[in-house]
């Protein structure tokens, strides 16, 4: 996938521009706050339809304007599209090749990127709602059928909830909504399982190479329904009734899945140093872009979101050596003088107020 032009209407501190790019590496360079960041946020709100920044999509929107619009240029598989998302009061219509998409599943992953920034650590510090959108995101863009189950069970979570807070709550009625939840689960648990191995397999093979401290990236995965059946599921629900009806919500699920990353057995926050999780979490995107072109046969796009003055600790050399060639990268810095990589075609695009 190769991301060709960009324009951007009233985004953010955009009022209206247009920027082609480079199909290997694009350089985008500015002093702090220009909006380096906010361009390349752009690029990944077309591809998750989210922005890894704001839960609310007003902010994108150009200050006192009521709309903003931004439309791709992409080539995938040598067929060019365009994308297109365009954002008012009445919230965002999603359009591949002129045509509007309903479904948001269906757009999310059309353009698949990969985005690092100084913030991925979080991963291993914030709330488990953090992983669980990182996984979910991520196969949510490689599987339109995993984004459908997911907002599916979101939806009977919230309707039973919702039931839990009437008067008379009906144990039979709550056992049927109940029952449906747990088909969802049960194929929501495979997928996340089956990415995290997946996803380890290609980590490690980087990790190996990059690292001699330690042997292996792992994850523990941890559900309340790990390796249970239909019938195991339904008789937890049932011991948790009354205590659902007490707090007015649902207690087990897989909304409250985690994810705890290690190395080696040890637990990532507590016992790596800044420049060991830096490693860690490049090796889990470097390990995407692998996972992403075996299930798609397409590279995605790699966005490294002002990382350079960041990270010291590999050098920028390395970093993109370990990018394969093919794979179109957008990086961002307010750093001068970073070093051209002389095996790939470059553009620089500056950025100023
Ligand atoms: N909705 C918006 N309307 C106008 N300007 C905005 C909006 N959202 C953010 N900005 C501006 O964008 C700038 C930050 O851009 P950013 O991409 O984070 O900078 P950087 O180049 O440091 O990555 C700030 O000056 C901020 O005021
Ligand atoms: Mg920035």
């Given at each position: ?33 220009v ?54 009061e ?27 920034s ?5 991963l ?104 249970s059946?239909?019938e ?10 009354e205590?659902?009806i007490?707090?007015?919500q ?99 695009i500056e950025?100023?107020?």
């Amino acid at each position: 996938m190769i991301v060709k032009s960009i324009e951007l209407k009233n985004y953010r501190n955009y009022k209206n521009k247009k920027i082609n790019f480079e199909n290997e590496l694009n350089l985008i360079i500015g002093s702090n706050g220009v909006g380096k960041t906010n361009l390349v946020e752009a690029l990944y709100y077309c591809s998750t339809c989210k922005s890894h920044r704001v839960s609310t999509d007003k902010t994108l929107i150009y200050n006192n304007e009521n709309y903003c619009d931004i439309r791709l240029n992409v080539e995938k598989k040598g067929n060019n599209h365009q994308l297109r998302i365009f954002l008012n009061e009445n919230g965002k219509t999603l359009f591949i090749n002129n045509q509007t998409i309903s479904k948001v599943s269906e757009y999310i992953g059309f353009l698949n990127a990969i985005l690092f920034s100084p913030d991925d650590l979080n991963l291993f510090i914030q709330t488990p709602k953090v992983r669980r959108k990182f996984v979910d995101i991520e196969i949510g863009k490689l599987s339109s059928h995993y984004t459908f189950l997911l907002n599916s069970y979101y939806k009977l979570l919230k309707d039973r909830n919702l039931y839990l807070k009437s008067d008379n709550v009906d144990k039979t009625y709550l056992k049927v909504m109940t029952m449906k939840m747990i088909d969802y689960q049960l194929l929501i648990v495979d997928q996340r399982k089956k990415f995290i191995n997946d996803l380890l397999k290609y980590a490690n093979t980087y990790f190996n190479l990059m690292t001699n401290d330690f042997n292996e990236i792992q994850c523990e995965y941890l559900s309340n329904f790990n390796n249970s059946s239909k019938e195991t599921i339904l008789n937890y629900y049932d011991k948790y009734f009354e205590k659902d009806i007490r707090f007015k919500q649902t207690i087990l699920g897989i909304h409250k899945d985690d994810f705890l990353f290690k190395v080696d057995g040890k637990n990532i926050t507590e016992h790596l140093s800044q420049s060991q999780k830096k490693i860690v979490l490049l090796c889990l995107k470097l390990g995407l872009i692998n996972l992403i072109y075996q299930i798609n046969k397409d590279y995605p796009i790699i966005i490294l979101d002002d990382l350079f003055s960041d990270f010291d600790e590999i050098n920028q050399e390395k970093i993109l050596q370990y990018i394969p060639k093919g794979v179109q990268i957008f990086i961002t810095t307010c750093v001068q003088n970073f070093k051209k990589n002389n095996d790939r075609s470059f553009n620089v695009i500056e950025i100023s107020k």
